[in-house]
């Protein structure tokens, strides 16, 4: 079992910048990849940002330039970084393990995004 908990979202102003952290315990030996989904209200869930163990990484097309993903090995936690925030950049993000084909979640943080 993997227990994922996110930090970092809250409200922000269209141009601002935030990061969110993820920081995964228990049995992350072999973790895949991690990455982070967002939801926005009647939406479905979407790939934000993955970053594999070998630090591959991908991004959704909307947010390719503004935000970064990173993984911390050390203190098992991966950020996104997030700039130029626009207002459909609101949504609950959430944090994502893959392991052994199963995908563990996170109960994700909300990040809000004024106009």
């Known amino acids: 079992q993997v227990q994922l908990v996110e930090s970092g979202g809250g409200l922000v102003q269209a141009g601002g910048s935030l990061r969110l952290s993820c920081a995964a315990s228990?049995?992350?030996?072999?973790?895949?990849?991690m990455g982070w989904y967002r939801q926005a209200p009647g939406k479905q869930r979407e790939l934000v940002a993955r970053?594999?163990?070998?630090?591959?990484?991908n991004y959704a097309d909307s947010v390719k330039g503004r935000f970064t993903i990173s993984r911390d090995n050390a203190k098992n936690t991966v950020y996104l970084q997030m700039n130029s925030l626009k207002p459909e950049d609101t949504a609950v993000y959430y944090c994502?393990?893959?392991?052994?084909?199963?995908?563990?979640w996170g109960k994700g943080t909300l990040v809000t995004v004024s106009s």
């Open positions: 994502n393990a893959e392991q052994h084909g199963m995908d563990y």
């Open positions: 228990g049995s992350i030996f072999s973790i895949n990849a």
């Open positions: 970053i594999t163990s070998g630090r591959s990484t």
